[in-house]
């Protein structure tokens, strides 16, 4: 009842949820470029427009008295509450606003709010009032780019659930047999997207999160929660089958499978809280998402699942599509199809170790030729009017007009005075005289505010350019005055800046709490080595074939995108936190069992191989079921989303078949004993606060089981 109820009331609070994010949020928030961009906004907003709107006729040129009324007055309708100002062609006089051909004209305009979330919901009011009659009017820029953007991710989030579902439920009824249990971990992955849908829109009543986040939210509420489903009922048939009451078997699966989900969703919870270390909305918003997609996947697999199989009982069985045979436990050598295959493993380790480790290299080469770039309208497909208009002003306009590096200074006295001109002409000289520039000039002056811009040859968010901006911030200010660099070169810098200089404390805080929380799952000091080891070398492959596909564009015919020849620089440190937590879902369900095994029989050869024998199809299930939400979020029309999607499913794929299948089982033979192993101490530490498998309730009818001490 509880559930139904907390269902309801999660589910109409957070379906507005959309209406509280925040486009983009790749940027560092406290940095200069960022401050750059304020002070810019206030004194020059010309200079750094909210939206880009372009009138275009194929007859009339912009010369054309009807074509200049028509735009002009559609202008002036626009409400003053919520656009601040605008600049028209006519008024500027600039040629850069003008097209080569002269058909067409662009328009800085800019919105009321001072924030994003602001802006936006300025420009939602204004949108339908833009167009102008009888021109065709496009509509771009950072805001109106963010707006499709978001629209564009709220539709494709509900096209994934849409074809999903149904795969999903399809898949399941094959891997359970049955009508009855193939819902049930549909039931735990609504929960818990609803609950994490409320729980975003309470965070962003209080901060900012990003639009971005929701697909995290979606895709993985609904993965892990089906794994961990999936976990709890196979368990809880299991334990059906094996003689114990509906009651002792909810016990025993919440004792094992129970505590197994606990530390899973705990590890991934975990690497995802590791993203709040940085400082843009991004990562931040994928971070709140995230972990409470899995915490709650967790709660529900635990209170509201065990609830539902406790009303069902044996009917959990009911509706079967098959006939089901009475399982006996594996116990004897060379039962089970899993069981042979890993011994078989085992036997050919050296060469399954090389194979494997040859294979992840390979596939991680292109991952040494990374190249990082900024998040613009090339996210959107090409119909889209933001990536239209940005094309546009690549190859229509003069866009190089309006590329430089801006210096916006804030002076310690009027700019106009004859003294701080003097200075600011000086420093100007001395920006132009700068390594790698092509000119510097004082292109506006505002009270105590003033902008110097630099201009440039290439790519702006290239290392020439990041190279430049370092070596402009060098350059000596006039006495008593502030520099913050601004422009796409400077917010580039900065972003690499930030993420670089975090990065390593993300990477320290996550080996060491996956390794705390594997020592206290598995009481061995090198099984939790072994998995960051595995990790590190499934994660480069991952990044390689994302450089591959999209960097260097290859099948982007195949996947429907236009390649940018980059990647933006927070998707691979996200893609990170996620993969390793996921990754180490894996290796949880699978060492726990071979732990347990372990437990009873003290030969960890046998041990590896009966784990494997009991959960390894439903490690592979488990996986492909996963996949299939992150397949149709790869489907998307958006690139950052389109990365996130396909990078996913390559990253399950061969983290689960190659990593913990063959690798795993390989690796682990060649420990031996020695994967169990602990000093003393920390045995004992173990025994006592070690978060084990095999702490059920009493089994007096099960075989007696051989103490086996992990030290």
């Given at each position: 009842?509880?559930?139904?109820?907390?269902?309801?009331?999660s589910?109409?609070?957070?379906?507005?949820?959309?209406?509280?994010?925040?486009?983009l949020?790749?940027?560092?928030?406290?940095?200069?470029?960022?401050?750059?961009?304020?002070?810019?906004?206030?004194?020059?907003p010309?200079?750094?427009?909210?939206?880009?709107?372009?009138?275009?006729d194929?007859?009339?040129?912009?010369?054309?008295p009807?074509?200049?009324?028509?735009?002009?007055?559609q202008?002036e309708?626009l409400?003053?509450?919520e656009?601040?100002?605008?600049?028209?062609?006519?008024?500027?006089?600039?040629?850069?606003?003008?097209?080569?051909?002269?058909?067409?004209?662009?328009?800085?305009?800019?919105?009321h709010?001072?924030?994003?979330?602001?802006?936006?919901?300025?420009?939602e009011?204004?949108?339908?009032?833009?167009?102008?009659?009888?021109?065709?009017?496009?509509q771009?820029?950072?805001?109106p780019?963010?707006?499709?953007?978001?629209?564009?991710?709220?539709?494709?989030?509900?096209?994934?659930?849409?074809?999903?579902?149904?795969?999903?439920?399809?898949?399941?009824?094959?891997?359970?047999?049955?009508?009855?249990?193939?819902?049930?971990?549909?039931?735990?992955?609504?929960l818990?997207i609803?609950?994490?849908?409320?729980?975003?829109?309470?965070?962003a009543?209080?901060t900012?999160?990003?639009?971005?986040?929701?697909?995290l939210?979606?895709?993985?509420?609904?993965?892990?929660?089906?794994?961990?489903?999936?976990?709890i009922?196979?368990?809880?048939?299991?334990e059906?089958?094996?003689?114990?009451?509906?009651?002792?078997?909810?016990?025993?699966?919440l004792?094992t499978?129970?505590?197994?989900?606990?530390i899973?969703?705990?590890?991934?919870?975990?690497?995802?809280?590791?993203?709040?270390?940085?400082?843009?909305?991004?990562?931040?918003?994928?971070?709140?998402?995230?972990?409470?997609?899995?915490?709650?996947?967790?709660?529900?697999?635990?209170?509201?699942?065990?609830?539902?199989?406790?009303?069902?009982?044996?009917?959990?069985?009911a509706?079967?599509?098959?006939?089901?045979?009475?399982a006996?436990?594996?116990?004897?050598?060379?039962?089970?199809?899993?069981?042979?295959?890993?011994?078989?493993?085992?036997?050919?380790r050296?060469?399954?170790?090389?194979?494997?480790?040859?294979?992840?290299?390979?596939?991680?080469l292109?991952f040494?030729?990374?190249?990082?770039?900024?998040?613009?309208?090339?996210?959107?497909?090409?119909s889209?009017?933001?990536?239209?208009?940005?094309?546009?002003?690549?190859?229509?306009f003069?866009?190089?007009?309006?590329k430089?590096?801006?210096?916006?200074?804030?002076?310690?006295?009027?700019g106009?005075?004859?003294?701080?001109?003097?200075?600011?002409?000086a420093?100007?000289?001395?920006l132009g005289?700068t390594?790698?520039?092509?000119?510097?000039?004082?292109?506006?002056?505002?009270?105590?505010?003033?902008?110097?811009?630099?201009?440039?040859d290439?790519n702006?968010?290239?290392?020439?350019?990041?190279?430049?901006?370092?070596?402009?911030k060098?350059?000596?200010?006039?006495?008593?005055?502030?520099?913050?660099?601004?422009?796409?070169?400077?917010?580039?810098?900065?972003?690499?800046?930030?993420?670089?200089?975090?990065?390593?404390?993300?990477?320290l805080y996550?080996?060491?709490?996956?390794?705390?929380?594997?020592?206290?799952?598995?009481?061995?000091?090198?099984?939790p080595?072994?998995?960051?080891?595995?990790?590190?070398?499934?994660?480069t492959?991952?990044?390689?074939?994302?450089?591959?596909?999209?960097?260097?564009?290859?099948?982007?015919?195949?996947?429907?995108?236009?390649?940018?020849?980059?990647?933006?620089?927070?998707?691979?440190?996200?893609?990170?936190?996620?993969?390793?937590g996921?990754?180490?879902?894996?290796?949880?369900?699978?060492?726990?069992?071979?732990r347990?095994q372990?437990?009873?029989?003290?030969d960890?050869?046998?041990?590896?191989?009966s784990g494997?024998?009991?959960i390894?199809?439903?490690?592979?299930?488990?996986?492909?079921?996963?996949?299939?939400?992150?397949?149709?979020?790869?489907?998307?029309?958006?690139?950052?989303?389109k990365?996130?999607g396909?990078?996913?499913?390559?990253?399950?794929?061969?983290?689960?078949?190659?990593?913990?299948v063959?690798?795993?089982?390989?690796?682990?033979?060649?420990?031996?004993?020695?994967?169990?192993?602990?000093?003393?101490?920390?045995?004992?530490?173990?025994?006592r606060f070690?978060?084990?498998?095999?702490?059920m309730?009493a089994?007096?009818?099960?075989?007696?089981?051989?103490?086996?001490?992990?030290?």
């Amino acid at each position: 009842m509880l559930t139904m109820l907390f269902a309801v009331l999660s589910g109409a609070y957070g379906a507005g949820v959309f209406g509280s994010l925040t486009p983009l949020g790749f940027q560092d928030p406290g940095s200069d470029s960022v401050r750059a961009a304020r002070i810019a906004e206030k004194a020059f907003p010309q200079r750094t427009p909210d939206a880009v709107i372009v009138y275009r006729d194929k007859d009339r040129t912009v010369d054309d008295p009807s074509f200049q009324q028509a735009v002009v007055k559609q202008l002036e309708s626009l409400p003053k509450s919520e656009v601040t100002g605008y600049l028209d062609f006519w008024a500027t006089k600039m040629p850069a606003q003008v097209s080569y051909d002269r058909h067409a004209t662009y328009v800085a305009l800019n919105l009321h709010g001072s924030s994003e979330k602001a802006k936006e919901d300025a420009y939602e009011a204004v949108k339908d009032k833009i167009p102008a009659p009888g021109l065709q009017t496009l509509q771009g820029g950072t805001v109106p780019t963010g707006h499709q953007a978001s629209e564009k991710i709220e539709h494709d989030l509900r096209t994934a659930e849409i074809i999903s579902a149904p795969v999903l439920f399809l898949l399941l009824l094959v891997v359970f047999g049955g009508l009855t249990a193939a819902f049930l971990p549909l039931i735990v992955g609504v929960l818990s997207i609803l609950g994490s849908m409320a729980v975003l829109r309470t965070i962003a009543n209080i901060t900012d999160v990003s639009v971005f986040s929701m697909s995290l939210v979606t895709i993985l509420g609904l993965a892990v929660a089906i794994d961990y489903g999936l976990l709890i009922v196979s368990r809880y048939r299991e334990e059906l089958e094996a003689g114990y009451s509906g009651e002792e078997a909810i016990g025993r699966t919440l004792a094992t499978a129970g505590r197994t989900v606990v530390i899973s969703g705990t590890t991934v919870a975990a690497a995802l809280a590791g993203l709040t270390l940085f400082p843009s909305t991004f990562l931040k918003s994928m971070s709140y998402g995230g972990v409470a997609a899995v915490l709650l996947a967790v709660l529900f697999s635990l209170v509201a699942l065990p609830a539902l199989l406790a009303v069902m009982g044996p009917k959990v069985n009911a509706f079967p599509l098959r006939r089901r045979k009475k399982a006996a436990r594996p116990t004897a050598a060379g039962e089970g199809a899993w069981y042979r295959f890993g011994h078989g493993l085992m036997r050919r380790r050296w060469v399954v170790v090389v194979g494997a480790v040859g294979l992840l290299l390979t596939l991680a080469l292109p991952f040494s030729k990374i190249e990082f770039g900024s998040i613009n309208a090339q996210q959107l497909p090409s119909s889209s009017e933001g990536r239209q208009v940005f094309n546009g002003m690549e190859h229509d306009f003069d866009g190089d007009a309006v590329k430089s590096i801006d210096s916006l200074l804030v002076l310690k006295s009027d700019g106009a005075s004859k003294e701080q001109g003097a200075a600011l002409r000086a420093y100007a000289e001395r920006l132009g005289a700068t390594e790698g520039t092509t000119s510097a000039r004082i292109t506006g002056v505002e009270g105590a505010t003033a902008r110097v811009s630099v201009t440039f040859d290439g790519n702006p968010i290239s290392t020439h350019a990041r190279d430049l901006v370092n070596r402009l911030k060098d350059v000596p200010e006039p006495p008593g005055a502030r520099a913050y660099f601004g422009g796409e070169s400077a917010v580039y810098d900065d972003t690499l800046d930030a993420l670089g200089e975090t990065l390593p404390w993300m990477l320290l805080y996550i080996a060491v709490i996956t390794y705390v929380l594997l020592f206290l799952a598995f009481g061995s000091v090198l099984l939790p080595l072994k998995a960051i080891a595995m990790n590190l070398l499934s994660l480069t492959a991952t990044f390689g074939v994302l450089v591959w596909i999209f960097q260097d564009g290859h099948l982007h015919h195949l996947l429907g995108f236009d390649p940018t020849g980059n990647i933006e620089p927070n998707m691979p440190i996200m893609l990170f936190a996620l993969i390793f937590g996921l990754s180490m879902d894996y290796e949880v369900f699978l060492v726990s069992r071979m732990r347990e095994q372990y437990d009873k029989s003290g030969d960890s050869t046998e041990a590896v191989a009966s784990g494997l024998q009991s959960i390894g199809r439903l490690v592979v299930s488990a996986a492909l079921l996963m996949c299939v939400p992150l397949a149709a979020i790869g489907m998307s029309d958006v690139l950052t989303i389109k990365l996130f999607g396909v990078g996913m499913v390559f990253a399950v794929l061969v983290d689960v078949l190659v990593v913990r299948v063959l690798l795993g089982t390989a690796v682990m033979r060649l420990l031996g004993r020695a994967a169990w192993w602990a000093p003393g101490p920390l045995a004992r530490f173990y025994d006592r606060f070690g978060i084990k498998e095999t702490d059920m309730p009493a089994d007096d009818t099960a075989d007696e089981r051989v103490p086996v001490a992990a030290g």
